[in-house]
């Protein structure tokens, strides 16, 4: 098949374009409003931007309403955010947490979640995740799109301080994402979680390249 989008029709019952971009990590980020008013929802279009320093992106369409989410508005009126890694075991709370709800509500108290404290940020973090990073806000990229949904804010926060369950770490002092099981967006209402795994090292004994694919600031600077 072939089709333009926004120009010529796919000819699917249900459009294509999400589940061609899987699997995809979800952001699920928490906030607070000037008012002191936490939230907390999930973004499937999220991903980690650099590693030195360390820098992460999620990206938010408009509501139903073509209005701004809320996750969007607090990060840039307070300037901090936090996201908590999504999991197998945590798959119901984030599903409630997506629901659209108004300012005033507190998705933590409505999803069941317990509320851990930040050291270097106001937002929460999710109690019973394993992993949260707390940000602070960078800058927002804004690009228009077809209302009421389809403008979209792009949200960027540098990364100042990471919290990793100990049970969560190998033997080896690795993240056992086997353990963590994180969950992660496909397409339509389907959803899956990492259940398996195998490695590649890429060719060669280019050790800065290496340090790059690792993601270690450390050995990249040659420490």
Request: glycine residues 8%; hydrophobic residues 35%.
């Amino acid at each position: 098949m072939y089709y333009e989008p926004g120009v010529t029709p796919h000819g699917l019952p249900h459009d294509p374009f999400k589940s061609c971009v899987v699997p995809r990590p979800i952001g699920w980020i928490s906030t607070v409003d000037g008012q002191g008013r936490h939230n907390l929802a999930p973004y499937s279009q999220f991903q980690n931007v650099s590693f030195d320093p360390p820098i992460v992106m999620f990206s938010a369409n408009q509501d139903t309403r073509g209005q701004r989410k809320d996750s969007v508005r607090n990060a840039e009126e307070t300037g901090e955010f936090v996201w908590n890694m999504a999991t197998y075991a945590l798959r119901e709370a984030v599903n409630v947490t997506a629901e659209e709800l108004p300012p005033e509500v507190d998705e933590f108290e409505r999803a069941g979640l317990a509320k851990l404290p930040s050291r270097r940020v106001r937002p929460a973090r999710v109690a019973g995740s394993p992993i949260h990073f707390e940000c602070v806000y960078l800058n927002t990229l804004r690009f228009p799109g077809t209302p009421p949904m389809g403008s979209v804010d792009v949200v960027f926060g540098r990364v100042v301080a990471i919290h990793i369950d100990d049970e969560v770490i190998d033997g080896q002092g690795m993240v056992d994402v086997l353990k963590i099981q994180p969950l992660a967006r496909m397409g339509y209402f389907d959803y899956t979680f990492v259940d398996n795994r195998f490695r590649m090292v890429i060719p060669g004994s280019n050790r800065a390249l290496l340090a790059g694919l690792e993601g270690s600031a450390e050995k990249q600077r040659g420490g």
